[in-house]
């Protein structure tokens, strides 16, 4: 079973609800796609047995020794990241896109694409399992691309290792990391808040799940902090046809948990949210 969680906007609780889905059984692979700001490793505390280089794009950079100021380059710039500037070109490493024509073009051959290579996919053991994560270095792009290669790696190790449950902390929106997250899962998890702007993303959400034709359901995290809201969302829900598996309360041990680098199944297993996110957890594994 390959079940992603995630969410339509940030702050929702759902990486506090993948990490105690993870924690349920062992023998899981934990895979945190959220690539952009990467956390169930600091909680987890993984062995970094893998450690691989994501290259995201190219940059391209001019040889000032061989450059000739022709200006070729910024004739055929599209995006405008070529100037002259008192008669010397310079390349503006933030508008760049990487899509190497004036390496191409270049009479002089003077400029070269770099490839920018800080971001990182890694792979190791936790307590309960097997976990992969990625992290983007700041200002890299194409998340969706890191995204798929935590995916991929996740997959490989389930099936070296005989597990067959795999936990994906997907990213919030609706954008490429969501996306490739979702793309084959057995089954989605959303998680929801009960403010408006919660309603509105979950229905961005269910919309694109929809396009993928696959199972899909509910949490409402905090419902108790607005229940109107949470009524409106469940009634939505149940417009949609899409099952709501817990209503889970406000309540401070989960950042208690989160403060002690456990999840609210380890660190209180007994408390009311664990019988809740067990119950879900549950109805997730039968249907």
């Known amino acids: 079973m390959e079940v992603a969680v995630i969410s339509g906007k940030g702050g929702t609780g759902k990486s506090s609800i993948s990490a105690a889905f993870a924690t349920m059984q062992p023998n899981v ?21 893998k450690e691989e280089v994501f290259v995201s794009v190219y940059k391209a950079v001019i040889d000032k020794d061989s450059c000739t100021n022709c200006g070729l380059c910024i004739d055929y710039c599209r995006f405008d990241a070529i100037h002259d500037v008192d008669g010397e070109v310079l390349i503006d490493e933030t508008a760049c896109d990487g899509c190497k024509l004036c390496s191409r073009i270049c009479p002089s051959e003077s400029i070269s694409m770099i490839p920018e290579d800080k971001s990182r996919m890694y792979a190791g053991t936790f307590r309960n399992g097997k976990m992969v994560y990625g992290r983007l270095s700041p200002g890299e792009e194409n998340s969706g691309r890191l995204v798929d290669m935590v995916r991929e790696e996740a997959k490989i190790i389930a099936k070296e290792n005989h597990f067959e449950t795999i936990i994906i902390d997907g990213p919030p929106g609706i954008g490429c990391p969501v996306i490739s997250t979702i793309t084959g899962v057995n089954k989605v998890v959303i998680v929801t808040e009960p403010t408006l702007s919660g309603l509105h993303d979950l229905k961005r959400t269910v919309e694109v799940v929809s396009k993928f034709k696959l199972s899909k359901s509910v949490i409402i995290n905090k419902y108790d902090l607005n229940a109107d809201m949470a009524n409106t969302i469940e009634d939505y829900c149940n417009s949609q046809d899409v099952k709501v598996i817990a209503k889970i309360p406000f309540d401070k041990v989960v950042v208690d948990a989160m403060v002690n680098c456990k999840s609210v199944i380890e660190f209180a297993p007994d408390s009311e949210i664990a019988g809740l996110l067990r119950e879900a957890y549950q109805k997730l594994s039968e249907n």
């Open 29 to 49: 692979v934990l895979a945190d796609c959220d690539v952009d700001a990467a956390n169930l490793y600091i909680l987890f505390n993984p062995t970094h047995e």
